[in-house]
């Protein structure tokens, strides 16, 4: 299906400029972002092809690349020799080939380019034996069409489809610069409990609908969604801290640990117990924190009680109105490229019916 390639040239990170926008993208191995760390002017003489797919020899991460860059170590260039390849069923290729090379783990010695060779893919076929590029297509318009109403329905519920600043978000970022922070003990701030303890091992996994948690940073933390004895539940609209990872989290609703190791943290002020403030002190929490606890020197319901957390501060109090106020900014300018994307989309899809 593809001839493997090496890049034009190897760019070392720590020696070119690594700019936040540009022309032409430059990839790693990282597995987030399509694999760009940025972008960099170098001589486009070393540029790779685009309409290609960047491979991590390492990490076995897969990109499609629609337009030419730049590369870091270890990248494979994979070319399709069939001029049907395009940026339509790439990732259906790329679904397929992530798939035949999920038994491999970083700093496997095995993704030379003889293994990369051998690996096979599973796609459908016409009654020719040809690759089926049209089922390819249509499939993934599908798929891409689906997740776009479910994304339009989010934000119209949510009311996230609202991105525009008002005044004093504009000046809260604009002032943010001049914002005071104050040291504060956590146990001044937080009433800090141990959470609950069900085992792994006595769970139902997608039983039901109460979120179960462990001390992973991904999914905000949730393992499953499981139904389990009601008594075990710790309350929710908390900071949760994973015992043995020191990761932070804020969980809106009630739910169950995986380990008593695991701490919650309660805002004591009643009157500022809202999300948008407990996401900026779970943030604040998780920066001045994560460099003094890790595995094997983990963070306990003792040790914590000596911690303290940078805060802004007004009138020798934390500024909670900042808090919030900073964060349904950031919110709002997070959600702004989504829901740009989603309408861009949306009116794609509608010019294609319609046309």
């Known amino acids: 299906m593809f001839e493997i390639n090496s890049y034009q040239k190897r760019f070392d990170a720590n020696k070119v400029e690594i700019l936040e926008s540009g022309k032409y993208p430059y990839v790693v191995r990282m597995g987030s972002n399509n694999g760009q760390r940025g972008f960099i002017n170098e001589d486009t003489s070393y540029l790779n092809e685009g ?25 494979k260039i994979l070319k399709a020799k069939n001029k049907k ?22 700093g496997s010695s095995s993704f030379s380019v003889e293994i990369i060779k051998k690996q096979k893919a599973i796609l459908p076929v016409l009654k020719n034996g040809e690759i ?31 991105y525009t600043l008002t ?34 091992r006595d769970i139902v996994e997608n039983s039901g609908k109460i979120p179960y948690l462990c001390a992973s940073a991904e999914n905000n933390a949730v393992s499953s969604y499981i139904a389990y004895d009601n008594k075990y539940l710790d309350k929710g609209n908390c900071i949760f801290i994973g015992g043995k990872t020191f990761t932070v989290t804020y969980q809106e609703h009630d739910f169950f640990s995986n380990d008593s190791h695991n701490l919650v943290l309660y805002l004591k002020d009643n009157t500022q117990q809202i999300k948008l403030n407990q996401l900026f002190l779970a ?59 989603a309408d861009k989309k949306i009116s794609a899809t509608k010019t294609v019916i319609s046309g």
């Not at 991590?56 to 170590?73: L, V, W």
Request: hydrophobic share 40%; with cysteine; proline share 2%.
């Open 51 to 75: 309409n290609t797919i960047s491979f991590g020899q390492d990490t076995a991460t897969m990109f499609y690349q629609e337009i030419p860059y730049f590369t870091g170590d270890k990248i």
């Open 283 to 341: 943030t604040c929490v998780a920066k001045s924190l994560s460099h003094k606890y890790s595995w094997g020197d983990s963070v306990s319901n003792k040790k914590i009680q000596k911690d303290t957390a940078s805060l802004p501060t007004l009138n020798d109090k934390p500024d909670y109105a900042k808090m919030g106020t900073l964060i349904s900014a950031i919110q709002k300018l997070v959600i702004k490229d989504v829901v740009e994307y």
């Open 167 to 200: 005044t004093e978000e504009k000046q809260v970022l604009s002032e943010y610069d001049k914002c005071i922070f104050k040291e504060y003990n956590l146990i001044d701030i937080f009433e800090i409990k141990n959470t609950g303890n069900i085992l792994s």
């Open 132 to 162: 089926d590029f049209e089922f390819m297509e249509s499939f993934i318009a599908e798929l891409e069409a689906e997740r776009i109403a479910e994304l339009e329905a989010y934000l119209a519920v949510t009311n996230l489809k609202d």
């Open 85 to 106: 390849f395009s940026k339509k069923n790439a990732q259906f290729f790329i679904s397929a080939m992530t798939k035949s090379f999920a038994s491999f783990s970083w």
